[in-house]
């Protein structure tokens, strides 16, 4: 770098040695819905400045561009993959329920008294369930 015609403060505060994994193929290309992508971050040296500024901007515009455009379609999965999940809080629940009512309902149907504690035990069951599920969910559901 020095050959090159960089200053010493360049060599000590921009530049940094380059880590392997660095160097790496961008797995937003090959694991699109991969996790942990959310803490993804450029490297050091795609955030430099280069000597010749004028000559690279037009570049460096549509990298930081493309990947501006990355974190936000990330942000847009993960705002969706949320709305689902609080659906799906809503869903547990409301299958919680429907159980709790054909166990009503088939206890209400049972002729033998084996048969009817044995769902009158499934509707407290069930009932627990849903209870548990709402005190845990209450906080996250739409």
Same mark, same amino acid.
């Given at each position: 770098?020095?050959?090159?015609?960089?200053?010493?403060?360049?060599?000590? $505060?921009?530049?940094?040695?380059?880590?392997?994994?660095?160097?790496?193929?961008?797995?937003?290309?090959?694991?699109? $819905? *991969?996790?942990?992508?959310?803490?993804?971050?450029?490297?050091?040296?795609?955030?430099?400045?280069?000597?010749?500024?004028?000559?690279?901007?037009?570049?460096?515009?549509?990298?930081?561009?493309?990947?501006?455009?990355?974190?936000?379609?990330?942000?847009?999965?993960?705002?969706?993959?949320?709305?689902?999940?609080?659906?799906?809080?809503?869903?547990?629940?409301?299958?919680? $329920?429907?159980?709790k009512g054909q166990w009503i309902q088939w206890s209400m149907e049972?002729?033998?008294?084996?048969?009817?504690?044995?769902? +009158? *035990?499934?509707?407290?069951?069930?009932?627990?369930?849903?209870?548990?599920?709402?005190?845990?969910?209450?906080? +996250?559901?739409?």
């Amino acid at each position: 770098m020095e050959r090159l015609g960089v200053d010493q403060y360049d060599l000590e $505060n921009i530049y940094q040695e380059i880590l392997p994994e660095q160097l790496t193929v961008d797995k937003d290309v090959t694991e699109e $819905n *991969r996790f942990g992508q959310g803490s993804d971050k450029l490297a050091w040296f795609w955030r430099v400045d280069g000597a010749h500024k004028s000559q690279q901007h037009a570049w460096m515009d549509e990298f930081y561009r493309v990947n501006w455009l990355k974190a936000k379609a990330r942000w847009r999965r993960w705002e969706e993959e949320l709305t689902l999940t609080r659906h799906e809080m809503q869903w547990t629940i409301s299958w919680f $329920n429907f159980q709790k009512g054909q166990w009503i309902q088939w206890s209400m149907e049972a002729m033998k008294s084996g048969y009817k504690a044995y769902a +009158h *035990r499934q509707v407290l069951l069930w009932e627990m369930f849903a209870e548990d599920a709402v005190d845990k969910f209450k906080d +996250h559901m739409l």
